[in-house]
């Protein structure tokens, strides 16, 4: 069963022999399991350990994965910090973070649907990333390439702050 749930996931999702994964869900978690140990271990990718979960952030910048597993708590727990951050912060701030997700939701939503993305939109997300989703990004080591959430269902309003930041 593992094994073709993980042939399944390979077929779905593009990950190669160069990813590497921070693990920090435990091993007894059938989601880190299958996605976080069996799949790796059949694509041979790298798997890094976070020392705890406490050091998800700190072990992400050593370790820069390029693959993020995790449960709809790690994630709702990502959003509220940003969101506690945010809320605090001058206007002018707001509104910039705010204009970023706009434009990075309008990216990610022709990327999924497949349609082209006017220069002025590819402008507006290349200003976005630099000033907004860099930095985000750089929380997670910098180079991922995508984040699975599982497990549990993730609410729609934290997947596309995700979706939009990339």
Same mark, same amino acid.
């Given at each position: 069963?593992?094994?073709?749930?993980?042939?399944?996931?390979?077929?779905?999702?593009?990950?190669?022999?160069?990813?590497?994964?921070?693990?920090?869900?435990?091993?007894?978690?059938?989601?880190?399991?299958?996605?976080?140990?069996?799949?790796?271990?059949?694509?041979?990718?790298?798997?890094?350990?976070?020392? #705890? +979960?406490?050091?998800? !952030?700190?072990?992400?910048?050593? @370790?820069?994965?390029? &693959?993020?597993?995790?449960?709809?708590? $790690?994630?709702?727990?990502?959003?509220?910090?940003?969101?506690?951050?945010?809320?605090?912060?001058?206007?002018?701030?707001?509104?910039?973070?705010?204009?970023?997700?706009?434009?990075?939701?309008?990216?990610?939503?022709?990327?999924?649907?497949?349609?082209?993305? #006017? +220069?002025?939109?590819? !402008?507006?997300?290349?200003?976005? @990333?630099?000033?907004? &989703?860099?930095?985000?990004?750089?929380? $997670?080591?910098?180079?991922?390439?995508?984040?699975?959430?599982?497990?549990?269902?993730?609410?729609?309003?934290?997947?596309?702050?995700?979706?939009?930041?990339?």
């Amino acid at each position: 069963n593992f094994m073709h749930n993980v042939r399944q996931v390979y077929a779905g999702l593009p990950i190669y022999s160069s990813d590497k994964h921070l693990s920090f869900l435990p091993l007894s978690h059938v989601f880190e399991r299958m996605c976080g140990y069996y799949l790796m271990a059949y694509v041979g990718a790298e798997i890094s350990y976070a020392a #705890s +979960i406490d050091t998800v !952030i700190d072990d992400a910048q050593k @370790y820069e994965p390029t &693959f993020l597993l995790a449960v709809p708590r $790690f994630y709702e727990k990502v959003w509220n910090v940003i969101k506690q951050k945010i809320s605090i912060a001058p206007k002018w701030k707001k509104a910039l973070f705010a204009w970023s997700l706009k434009i990075g939701g309008q990216i990610a939503e022709a990327e999924q649907s497949k349609k082209s993305v #006017s +220069i002025l939109n590819k !402008i507006q997300h290349g200003i976005a @990333y630099i000033l907004i &989703f860099k930095k985000m990004r750089a929380l $997670f080591g910098g180079h991922l390439r995508f984040a699975v959430s599982g497990g549990a269902a993730l609410e729609a309003e934290i997947g596309d702050f995700f979706r939009s930041i990339g």
